[in-house]
């Protein structure tokens, strides 16, 4: 699918595909259940994640539960889902769930938050570090159960007209960032706005943005923003493990047995590994084309533009816990895990990296 289709598919309304449509059906032990989705259709690694999500589930269950997958736009619009799946206008949801932060800042915590957790770090978190107990108790009071069900690694930080070069470079930009990423701009000069993916092409075409983030150089490459952008900046402050999430209507799901809970939840599970796979498969050829083909260039941010930022994003992440009793307990909790994770993973993953590309000169 080329990229104007993948425009269309999320920028698609609601109203374009008429009224909601039925209930989950249940006859003779079978369901046929709704995912709507905050992704236009078989957009790469994030729309065909959540399509084998639906797909895996509906073959894992012999078809008993058919999962029907909506894409953004074909039955709600895409920041909608959540509120379609807690109200039980449909059954689940494939998305990031920090685009609920406007329910409750927390959920910025079940993808990314700035100077967070690795890929690695965020699933050790929520299967061993107390991370699903906290989003269950969250979760509880919309009536939304979530589970991990994607991981798009450590994005890149953006696509801009000229080099971020010092933090001057950035006052004034109205730049697509959302979730805790937005407001770390904000606090650094920046104008941050919210869009999903489908409508971000549209919005640098016609200059409602300056600048965008959005994942990385093979997601990234699909929208083509390197037709209107040439200065590509990495490290991402923003997403450094960005985990992606099925929700499901609690009260749906609370009418399960404990075999198809658990058949669900396994199936979300081996997202996270498929999805992964993905992206480390294709984030590098598609860099390579960037680079050579489209006359990119990659540009990674000075450390003291970089430690400036990391300042603030420690700010605005902390300030999350001055909210409610639950927001201060999921900090807490995200706080002490990432400094009891964080000297490991310098001392493997990162010093490995490091010493290999050295070693080897790659």
């Not at 249940?26 to 729309?47: E, H, S, Y």
């Not at 539960?65 to 039955?75: D, Q, R, T, W």
């Not at 919309?142 to 070069?165: E, S």
């Not at 920046?190 to 943005?209: C, H, K, R, S, W």
Request: a negative charge; glycine letters at 12%; charged letters at 20%.
């Amino acid at each position: 699918m080329d990229r104007r289709s993948f425009l269309k598919a999320g920028a698609v309304g609601a109203a374009a595909s008429g009224a909601l449509a039925a209930p989950a059906v249940l006859a003779q032990d079978k369901q046929v259940v709704r995912m709507v989705t905050t992704w236009p259709r078989n957009f790469p690694g994030l729309g065909t994640g959540a399509q084998r999500v639906a797909d895996r589930i509906t073959a894992v269950s012999g078809g008993r539960i058919e999962v029907k997958l909506f894409a953004a736009g074909e039955l709600v619009p895409a920041f909608e889902c959540f509120d379609a799946v807690a109200t039980g206008a449909a059954e689940m949801y494939h998305g990031a769930d920090y685009y609920w932060q406007g329910k409750h800042k927390g959920y910025n915590f079940f993808t990314a938050v700035p100077m967070g957790f690795t890929a690695q770090e965020l699933q050790g978190w929520v299967h061993y570090g107390g991370g699903q107990e906290l989003w269950d108790e969250l979760g509880r009071n919309f009536g939304v159960k979530g589970f991990l069900a994607g991981n798009t690694g450590v994005q890149y930080g953006g696509w801009f007209r000229n080099p971020i070069m010092s933090l001057d470079d950035m006052k004034g930009l109205k730049m697509r960032m959302p979730g805790l990423g937005g407001e770390v701009l904000r606090q650094i000069g920046a104008n941050a706005v919210a869009l999903p993916g489908g409508e971000i092409f549209p919005a640098l075409q016609a200059g409602t943005i300056d600048a965008t983030e959005w994942v990385g150089p093979y997601n990234d490459m699909a929208f083509g923003f390197q037709n209107i952008l040439k200065n590509y900046m990495y490290p991402g402050f923003h997403e450094p493990g960005s985990g992606l999430a099925v929700g499901m209507n609690l009260g749906w799901w609370e009418g399960l047995d404990a075999a198809d809970q658990a058949l669900i939840g396994a199936c979300c599970t081996a997202e996270n590994d498929v999805m992964m796979a993905e992206y480390t498969a294709n984030n590098g050829p598609a860099l390579d084309r960037l680079i050579n083909e489209h006359g990119v260039t990659l540009h990674q941010f000075p450390d003291d533009v970089f430690k400036q930022i990391a300042d603030a994003s420690e700010n605005v992440v902390a300030a999350t816990a001055e909210d409610d009793d639950i927001g201060r307990r999921i900090y807490e909790s995200y706080a002490a895990f990432r400094k009891l994770v964080a000297p490991v993973t310098q001392v493997s993953e990162e010093a490995y990296t490091m010493a290999r590309a050295k070693a080897l000169d790659l």
